[in-house]
């Protein structure tokens, strides 16, 4: 794949994963009694998994074009991907598909999800524990990792770098107040989708370049 393409199919990709991010909190049902026998439930953590997949696909060609090549941004985007895989990769599969398919089938674990807060439960104990706390700073260190080397090298636009790496500092803050958890989830994805717009949007002066070329030579 040449460096032209992987850059449009990196930014495709963003664009893609960080909208169908953006919207899931709007789809999201509230916690509570039935909540993993809701239709929104399974098809909402579906979407997110989906989201989690597409802006992993597009991380690689955003640390290549956006960060010239550095090591800081190649470690940044790899420390973002297994944190975000860790946290919401593992929440979306969980709640999108393990966990109503489990309430809707057998009458044991229905009982034993009815509360509709299981997943919650799982956060605080077990091995689901541990890889969230792992996900966590991992998740942290690379968005601010990432986030700063794009805005230092200022390939695209140095507002990008400071979303990315504002987002995961202001999600934390965002949880302490909850009429605005939804946003606070959101806040990631809709800064990796303003990164995917960015690199398509490195093609377009060289479209306009080119296009100025074949005009002055007729």
Known sequence: ????????????????????????????PAHGAGYYLHAMTGASHLLLFCAVLLVSLGLPGLAAHGGGGRWAA????AATFVGLWCLDGTHGLIDGAVLPALAATHATFAAALASGRAS??????GPLGTITGVGIPLFAVGSLLLG?????????????????????????VSFMIPALRGVGVALPYVALAGAGV????????????AAERVHGAA
């Open 1 to 28: 794949m040449s460096s032209r393409s992987l850059r449009r199919a990196s930014g495709v990709a963003l664009v893609a994963g960080g909208v169908a991010g953006t919207i899931v909190p709007a789809l999201h």
């Open 74 to 77: 190649q470690i940044g985007a």
């Open 120 to 125: 919650q439960e799982l956060l605080a104990s």
């Open 148 to 172: 700063i080397t794009l805005a230092r090298e200022g390939r695209l636009s140095r507002f990008v770098g400071w979303a990315i790496a504002g987002a995961w500092v202001l999600a934390p």
């Open 198 to 209: 960015a690199l398509l949007r490195r093609d377009v002066p060289v479209a306009v370049d």
